[in-house]
T-cell receptor
């Protein structure tokens, strides 16, 4: 089925560093969502993007909805140990139903 | 706002028994609820989509008689794993959406079938 290409698959960084991850698709999306999942927990919504070109921040997190509607990125600035987890991008295909399409996730490890 | 709960958080059962998992939207009315399954170190796999008062729509490869879904109200959906077997052991996560399409996820239920 339709997939989002999320990269990188994993990241190992030092506390204080900035992080960037992105998702791309060959299809147009009308909504992009970024979730974070901690071990043994359900995903928690971080940022929702609804318009092409939209740039939204949530604390140290910033995400953008690509102009082409086929990509999105998430940046985390000044990472801290509690940023550790799996980050998923997800989106709704243009003119499709309510099913979310998920990326495969980016596993972030932060060393102090 | 947009809080979704799941119960139980963990369940261990014997092979052949049935297990019911509840998903509740606590502060909004969920017109649509979704059930996902997640294997270790993998992304979420959609099992089924349910709208309040109607039959669930199952994804290809998901047995509807094995995974019974009921969405009787705008705040509650249940997933029953019937005659569970060890291969059904997994992390089951529900999500709910209201007027918008954005989905809010529950904390998940860890099922272990012995």
């Amino acid at each position: 089925g339709q997939q989002l290409n999320q990269s990188p698959q994993s990241m190992f960084i030092q506390e204080g560093e900035d992080v960037s991850m992105n998702c791309t698709s060959s299809s147009i999306f009308n909504t992009w969502l970024w979730y974070k999942q901690d071990p043994g927990e359900g995903p928690v919504l971080l940022i929702a993007l609804y318009k092409a070109g939209e740039l939204t921040s949530n604390g140290r997190l910033t995400a953008q909805f690509g102009i082409t509607r086929k990509d999105s990125f998430l940046n985390i600035s000044a990472s801290i140990p509690s940023d550790v987890g799996i980050y998923f991008c997800a989106g709704f295909l243009y003119q499709a139903g309510t099913a979310l399409i998920f990326g495969k996730g980016t596993t972030l490890s932060v060393s102090s | 706002g947009a809080v979704v709960s799941q119960h139980p958080s963990r369940v261990i059962c014997k092979s052949g028994t049935s297990v019911k998992i509840e998903c509740r939207s606590l502060d909004f009315q969920a017109t649509t609820m979704f059930w996902y399954r997640q294997f270790p170190k993998q992304s979420l796999m959609l099992m089924a989509t349910s709208n309040e008062g109607s039959k669930a729509t199952y994804e290809q490869g998901v047995e509807k008689d094995k995974f019974l879904i009921n969405h009787a109200s705008l705040t509650l959906s249940t997933l029953t794993v019937t005659s569970a077997h060890p291969e059904d052991s997994s992390f089951y996560i529900c999500s709910a959406s209201g007027e918008g399409k954005t989905q809010y996820f529950g904390p998940g239920t860890r099922l272990l079938v012995l």
